[in-house]
């Protein structure tokens, strides 16, 4: 054994026995292997050791399968070196030197005790702590394998406090010894909270420490073993070197293309474009961030990263012509009863499509080439759902995209576009058009706001033109105009669709509305309906499901980390809302909004999408999440005397409904638990890291935007509160509302065609193409439904999102181990669980309540997204902490 001591820090090496002497005595050392345990003896035979505390260390290491994760194995033997070494930090400063007293004793796991049901090993190792050592505050853990190991948690037993036991939550990767580095110790403090300020002595240097290990120098590549945060704007979209007609524009760091941060990967750039990130295989995310192992086997199993890209490459190969649409709407059927035989392949392009979806492909169906898909919950109930007007307008406040729908406040509608550009600004819905249908004057159901509108007109009219040059689409500007009936639910009255002034040709712009005075005019109508769907689609998918939830929220993470230490009481509030979100966010990025990857294929409006995206966030907030949840869309109206201090436009409202309630609830739970650590103003103004964090995410997360005056100040609990319940909103319920529906409204994509491939057939046209309208109108709507590959690819995307993994941790289900150690948090949080279990009855209550048409009917899924808690599977109810998928 080989020992070292100085004045404040003791080492111990556990394969020797050595003695050494200080003042005349002798201290022994020793090891018992049959034991496990480390022991102190007086040489003098005085067993002088009462005063003493002996304690007893539990590491659990996390296993894969049949052993422990990358190789380790078990048993004593087998570990002779390749340890793992723990040093014990005092939360005091040695008296004599005012320095860290570090550690008294390093300690190797070389006995297994158990394995549990969760796939853990657990490891012992005991030893004594001299009395005048102080609290444990912090453990440093040290890998001396060759393998990276996953270290779930330490608890050190036998202290005469803390009821007998101190935890270490730690939940992270120990990367193995590198013997070019200084230090390779990483720190993990005890689960006791400490704002800056109340940091013990001992612990503070290390607090600075690990921060600063966190947030990195800014240079050089990053590495998957590496645990640094630092933020990049989205220069990595586009891929030039492959082909300059994938180069993308930069998202952030300009007035033209605003956008919050992402991860910083270092990656050299572009020979061809110095402005573009090199793409290379994988994305980096901190090592941490990374997926869990149930969670990446769930990822495999339905197409996981590499799976997407499969899957895209194997259909363009299968398929000639990219643009071939399905013959009859009795094919779309069979897709959910006989399934899709894909043409006869190579074995190495089969074997491609089914190791990247094997979910679609059921072992009882011994035909290789066919590919299998569950019909959604609204098809089974309602073969011809998608056909309806009331479901047209239903979604719209019950649906996937509830975000977009909003009350009209003046008349006539006008476009604040440059009617140089784009063509005279009027709107061509007239009173007329609409008072015909109403009974009433347009200005009286103004005034009674009872006319309601999805408006795309001005979002994508500068895009027309150019989506238009891409072979296999066109675009619209469009608007929607909806009014409240009696029953409550909405009626559509008019859909615009309009096509600026191009080349030599003008503005062309028409009314559609849902008359049945002629079978022309009701395909009109459906073929209308279509496009403005497809443009519902790439707005929900780009605007109310990445950028508001999954770009925003990836700068509050890096944040996160970078600013607030582990042991901070807001960190650990925000962990769970945080978990995942890079590692999602990164594999989107790879494969779903890049140049060519599955949005640019098969949504509208392509590759232009990441410019609109930007052009959205110039004229909207970023972050008061009540203004974006309605008060900016004429949806409801602050009242003190109404439930949750909102009055809504439609009272029958099923998103804002239920979305209300988890609001509040969070928001109550968030507030017990900020006023416990923040007992006045001066606390929130003096905590420097949390002032540092809410200025970061500010000016550097969001620098594009950050002097905007919507911001909150950070300066008492009631802001604090506020910051905190917009970030765990948006990262639980905000995401849960638009991501879980997806496939049970989109996965019969003639509900929510993802893009429009035609122009309307009576947009200039030739006489061949109304003839073939007039003849053949169901082949015309197919022709603007997405081609076979395209729908395809949604489909499985669709499918992947809305799928909830088994490793699913859902609001107010399991309490972060740190709360359950303070008696007011944990009795908080129990209050909390409770009210979400409250809620779940209420939401049931009101899907059977048969006067809220908008959420009970013959044939209707009731609403149930959020629903807090599910269990595995494509659900369509539950809401995670996080944004994992």
């Keep these: 054994m080989q020992v070292h ?5 003791f080492s111990l090496r556990t394969y020797y026995k050595g003695i050494e002497k200080k003042g005349g005595s002798k201290r022994v050392w020793g090891v018992f292997p049959s034991r496990s345990k480390v022991v102190m003896a007086s040489s003098d035979g005085n067993n002088n050791t009462k005063s003493s505390q002996r304690v007893k260390a539990i590491v659990t290491l996390k296993q894969n399968g049949g052993g422990l994760l990358n190789g380790v194995v078990d048993g004593i033997d087998e570990l002779v070196g390749k340890k793992l070494v723990l040093e014990l930090v005092s939360n005091d400063l040695n008296p004599k030197v005012n320095s860290e007293k570090g550690t008294t004793i390093k300690g190797y796991n070389v006995h297994k005790t158990n394995e ?49 036991s101190l935890n270490f939550t730690c939940d992270s990767w120990i990367q193995p010894k590198n013997n070019d580095k200084a230090s390779n110790k990483r720190v993990f403090f005890s689960n006791k909270c400490y704002l800056p300020s109340e940091t013990p002595k001992g612990l503070r240097k290390l607090r600075e420490e690990e921060l600063g290990e966190l947030r990195g120098n800014g240079e050089g590549e ?27 524009p930069v998202l952030g760091g300009s007035k033209h293309y605003p956008y919050p941060r992402r991860c910083r990967t270092g990656r050299p750039h572009s020979n061809k474009d110095p402005l573009s990130e090199k793409r290379s295989g994988s994305f980096y995310v901190p090592r941490d961030e990374e997926f869990g192992e149930r969670k990446q086997k769930q990822f495999t199993e339905t197409i996981v990263s590499s799976g997407v890209s499969a899957v895209l490459k194997s259909l363009d190969a299968i398929f000639t012509n990219l643009n071939i649409g399905f013959p009859s709407f009795e094919d779309i059927d069979s897709l959910y009863k006989e399934g899709y035989e894909l043409p006869p392949l190579h074995a190495t392009a089969l074997n491609i499509i089914q190791n990247a979806i094997p979910t679609f492909f059921k072992p009882a169906n011994h035909r290789d080439n066919l590919l299998n898909f569950d019909a959604p919950q609204p098809f089974k109930r309602d073969k011809f ?64 706001k009872k006319l309601f509108m999805l408006d795309y007109h001005d979002l994508l009219l500068p895009y027309v033109s150019k989506v238009r040059e891409i072979e296999g689409t066109t675009l619209y500007g ?22 600026p002034q191009i080349n030599n040709n003008g503005q062309w712009k028409r009314v559609y509305t849902p008359s049945s005075s002629s079978s022309t005019e009701l395909w009109l109508w459906r073929l ?136 509040d609830s969070l928001k109550e739970w968030i507030t017990d638990y900020v006023n416990h650590y923040y007992p006045n103003p001066s606390t929130i103004e003096s905590d420097s890291e949390l002032q540092s964090w809410w200025n970061e995410i500010i000016t550097i997360g969001h620098g594009d935007k950050s002097s ?21 909103w948006v990262a639980s319920a905000h995401h849960a509302s638009v991501n879980f529906a997806q496939y049970m409204y989109g996965g019969y994509f003639p509900n929510r065609p993802a893009i429009a491939r035609i122009k309307m057939p009576d947009e200039d046209p030739s006489l061949e193409e109304w003839e073939n309208f007039m003849t053949n109108p169901d082949q015309t709507l197919l022709e603007c439904f997405p081609s076979q590959i395209q729908a395809l690819l949604v489909m499985v995307i669709l499918n992947l999102l809305s799928d909830h993994s088994p490793d699913e941790e859902y609001i107010g289900q399991f309490m972060e181990p740190s709360w359950g150690e303070d008696p007011i948090i944990k ?57 994992s998928i």
């Excluded at 444990?136 to 394998?145: K, T």
């Excluded at 759902?385 to 479901?391: G, I, K, R, T, V």
């Excluded at 807001?570 to 995942?580: A, G, T």
């Excluded at 905007?708 to 765990?728: A, F, M, R, V, Y």
Aim: net charge negative.
């Design 827 to 883: 009795s908080s949080f129990e209050r909390f669980n409770k009210r979400l279990k409250e809620i779940e009855g209420i939401i049931d209550s009101r899907n059977g309540n048969i006067d809220l048409k908008n959420r009970h009917g013959a044939g209707l899924v009731p609403y149930e997204l959020l629903k807090p808690f599910s269990g595995p599977g494509l659900t369509g109810k539950g809401v995670p902490y996080s944004i």
């Design 5 to 9: 001591i100085n004045s404040h820090h």
């Design 708 to 728: 905007e005056p919507w911001w909150p100040n950070l300066k008492t609990q009631k802001d604090l509160i506020h910051i905190i319940t917009t970030i765990s």
């Design 222 to 248: 990053r590495k998957s073993r590496d645990r640094i945060y630092d933020y990049d704007v989205y220069n990595d979209l586009g891929d030039p070197d492959l082909s300059i007609q994938l180069k993308r």
């Design 478 to 499: 469009s608007r929607t105009i909806f009014s409240l009936t009696s029953k409550g639910t909405l009626k559509p009255l008019a859909i615009e669709l309009t096509r």
């Design 385 to 448: 759902f998608w056909l309806s007007d009331e479901e047209f307008a239903r979604e719209t406040l019950a649906g996937v995209n509830p975000y977009s729908i909003q009350l009209i406040k003046e008349w006539p509608l006008r476009s604040k576009l440059d009617p140089k550009v784009y063509g005279p600004p009027e709107s061509a819905i007239t009173s007329e058009v609409i008072e015909s249908q109403i009974n009433g004057r347009v200005e009286q159901a103004i005034s009674e």
């Design 528 to 663: 209308a309906k279509a496009h403005v769907v497809a443009h519902d689609c790439g707005v929900h998918e780009l605007v109310s499901h990445w950028l508001r939830t999954h770009a925003s929220v990836e700068p509050y993470v890096i944040a996160t980390k970078r600013q607030l230490s582990a042991m901070h009481p807001i960190n650990r509030l925000l962990h769970p809302h945080l978990r995942y979100t890079l590692e999602i966010n990164a594999l989107a990025r790879q494969l779903l909004i890049s140049a060519a990857g599955i949005i640019e294929l098969s949504f509208s409006p392509q590759r232009y999408f990441k410019s609109y995206n930007s052009f959205y966030i110039s004229s909207t907030h970023l972050f008061d999440i009540i203004y974006l949840f309605f008060s900016h869309r004429g949806m409801a109206v602050e009242d003190p005397n109404a439930a949750h201090g909102l009055k809504l436009t439609i009272e029958d409202y099923p998103f804002a409904n239920d979305g209300l309630l988890i609001w």
């Design 116 to 164: 549990n049901e969760n796939n853990e090993v657990l490891y012992e190792a005991s030893f004594e702590v001299p009395p005048e050592f102080g609290e444990v505050g912090a453990v440093l853990v040290e890998n001396e394998q060759h393998e990276e190991l996953f270290l779930k948690s330490i608890v050190i037993d036998g202290f005469h406090n803390n009821n007998g």
